[in-house]
């Protein structure tokens, strides 16, 4: 079965820094692969998709690649801010049909 | 609505008890999903609705466990016999395709069930 990898250990980033963040999955590449922000005692919050034929989607601060030979994503946040502390789930998908498969998360620290 | 809403927030269930939770997904989204989540693991996925059809509960570990959505919009996860290993956070999200996997999810904030 599909097995997916997060950083298992709390990352912990000074202020102004970027935060890079490591999602490994073994097996078949997805069709998409999502990232998503998840607070504590809050449901995750959908924040960037990128498609396998894509290696590279930014939004605002954020940044994701995607790369299906070494099957891995990395998600930055440049100039991180105490506000970006939170846990980030890596997802996957497998067909525009299937359902999204998540990984356990990393969770992130940003100190002043 | 303009979010995903689930209640109760909160469930505190004796074992053995039933117990059913509420999802109101976003009005005129067609995708509903239901995950377990347990204390620092990422949302295990349980059931898959597409207006009120059921297409996919490959993830429901137990026949204790129940979904429906009758009329396309509000679901409700049963869970019969509640045993402890049963606790965790129960998360809803909807999407409003009928094909989700290019688009993000919108969760709600989910139920914490705890069974003693």
């Known amino acids: 079965s599909q097995k997916i990898e997060q950083n298992s250990e709390a990352l912990n980033i000074q202020e102004g820094k970027t935060a890079t963040l490591t999602c490994n999955y073994t097996?078949?590449?997805?069709?998409?692969l999502q990232w998503y922000r998840q607070d504590p005692g809050r449901g995750p919050v959908f924040l960037l998709l990128i498609r396998e034929n894509e290696k590279e989607k930014r939004k605002e601060r954020l940044k994701v690649t995607f790369d299906t030979t070494l099957k891995q994503s990395l998600f930055h946040i440049t100039a991180s801010q105490p506000a970006d502390s939170a846990t980030y789930l890596c997802?996957?998908?497998?067909?525009?049909?299937?359902?999204?498969?998540f990984g356990s998360g990393t969770r992130l620290s940003i100190r002043p | 609505g303009a979010g995903v809403s689930q209640s109760p927030r909160y469930k505190v269930a004796k074992r053995g008890q039933d117990v059913a939770l509420r999802c109101d997904p976003i009005s005129g989204h067609v995708s509903l999903f239901w995950y377990q989540q347990a204390l620092g693991q990422g949302p295990e996925f349980l059931t898959y609705f597409q207006n009120e059809a059921q297409l996919d509960k490959s993830g429901l570990p137990s026949d204790r466990f129940f979904a429906e959505r009758p009329e396309g919009s509000v679901s409700t996860l049963k869970i019969q016999r509640t045993q402890q290993e049963d606790s965790a956070v129960y998360l809803c999200?909807?999407?409003?395709?009928?094909?989700?996997?290019?688009?993000?999810?919108?969760f709600g904030s989910g139920t914490r069930l705890t069974v003693v």
């Open positions: 999200a909807s999407s409003g395709p009928a094909r989700q996997g290019n688009y993000g999810y919108t």
């Open positions: 997802a996957l998908v497998y067909s525009s049909a299937s359902k999204i498969i």
């Open positions: 097996n078949y590449s997805p069709a998409y």
